[in-house]
C-alpha cells in the first residue's frame, strides 16, 4: 500500500521542476518552490565537491541555512500542500533526479533544518501580530484640557511605536496640548530600537512646544535607552503616573484635589 503522502511528494516534486521550465506562464511565480529549487542547486553544487554525507558539518552551515528558509518560505505562503516532510522528500527526489545520492541521515537533517526555519517564522508572525494588536489596543486620551496621555504595554515593537508617537503627535497638535504624559509599566522586553521610538515622543511634543512625562521607566527599558544612546539625564521621568500626571497637569495650569482626584482650574 502506498503512502499517501507519496502524492504530495510528487505534486511537490513537479512544482520545483517547473520552476527551471522555461516555459512557465508569466504570473505563475512559486515562491516556496523557488526556495527548493535554490536549494537543491546548492545541494548539486556541494555533491560535486566532495561526499555530503548527513550535511549536519559546519562546511555545510549554508546549505542548512538555505533549508531553514524553505521552511520559513512555506510557513510565509501556508503553501497546502509541502510540509517539511514533502519538501525534504523532494528535494531528495530532486536530488537523485540530478545524480546526487543522499543519505536517510542527510534527508533527515535537511527536515530539521526546514521544520526549525518554519517554526521560527511561525513564532515571529504571532509575534508580529501580538504587536500589532498591543499597538492597535494603545490609548491616547485627552486627560484635561491641553494635557495628554498615552499608556504602552504589551509587547511592542519599534515600528508600531513609531506610529503611535505619530498619532501622538497628531492628537498634542489638535488638542493644543502643552502636556504629555507616556506611561511604559505595562512594556513587556524592550529592546534599544524600541526604547528609542518611545523615547523620541518628547522631541516630537517639544517641536509642538509641549513637554512629555515618562513613568514607570524600569530598568529594562532604561538599560535599551542606554544602548541606544538616549539621553535619560534629559528626560522627565516619575516612578508613578499619578507623579507625571500631576506634573503636568500643573505646567498646563491645572492642579489635583487628592480628596476628590479631580482637576482644577489653578487661580
Known amino acids: 500500500?502506498?503512502?499517501p503522502a507519496d502524492s504530495l511528494v510528487a505534486a511537490f516534486a513537479r512544482r520545483v521542476r517547473a520552476v527551471a521550465d522555461a516555459g512557465a506562464a508569466p504570473g505563475s511565480f512559486d515562491?516556496?518552490?523557488?526556495a527548493a529549487s535554490a536549494l537543491l542547486a546548492r545541494l548539486e553544487e556541494e555533491a560535486r565537491c566532495?561526499?555530503?554525507g548527513r550535511l549536519d558539518g559546519p562546511e555545510h552551515a549554508e546549505l542548512l541555512s538555505m533549508a531553514a528558509g524553505l521552511g520559513r518560505q512555506i510557513a510565509r505562503e501556508r503553501d497546502a500542500v509541502a510540509t517539511a516532510l514533502v519538501a525534504a522528500r523532494a528535494i531528495d527526489v530532486g536530488a537523485r533526479e540530478r545524480g546526487v545520492a543522499l543519505e536517510s541521515g542527510a534527508v533527515e537533517t535537511l527536515r530539521t533544518a526546514i521544520v526549525e526555519g518554519y517554526a521560527a517564522a511561525l513564532e515571529e508572525g504571532a509575534s508580529q501580530l501580538a504587536a500589532e494588536a498591543a499597538a492597535q489596543a494603545v490609548a491616547i486620551v485627552r486627560t484635561a484640557p491641553r494635557v495628554v496621555s498615552t499608556f504602552l504595554w504589551g509587547p511592542q515593537r519599534?515600528?508600531?511605536v513609531a506610529g503611535i508617537v505619530d498619532?501622538?503627535?497628531r492628537t498634542l497638535l489638535s488638542e493644543q496640548a502643552v502636556a504629555l504624559v507616556v506611561d511604559v509599566r505595562g512594556l513587556v522586553d524592550p529592546d534599544p530600537p524600541l526604547a528609542a521610538e518611545i523615547f523620541s515622543a518628547d522631541s516630537t511634543?517639544?517641536?509642538l512646544g509641549a513637554r512629555t512625562w515618562f513613568s514607570g521607566v524600569e530598568e529594562p527599558l532604561r538599560a535599551a535607552a542606554r544602548a541606544a544612546r538616549v539621553p535619560l539625564e534629559e528626560l522627565a521621568i516619575r516612578s508613578a503616573y499619578e507623579s507625571a500626571l500631576r506634573d503636568a497637569l500643573e505646567a498646563a495650569g491645572?492642579?489635583?484635589v487628592p480628596r476628590r482626584w479631580r482637576w482644577l482650574r489653578m487661580r
Not at 515562491?31 to 523557488?34: F, K, L, R, S, Y
Open 254 to 256: 491645572w492642579r489635583l
Open 158 to 160: 519599534a515600528e508600531q
Open 31 to 34: 515562491p516556496v518552490a523557488t
Open 167 to 169: 498619532r501622538l503627535g
Open 50 to 52: 566532495g561526499p555530503t
Open 205 to 207: 511634543a517639544r517641536m
Open 1 to 3: 500500500m502506498s503512502d
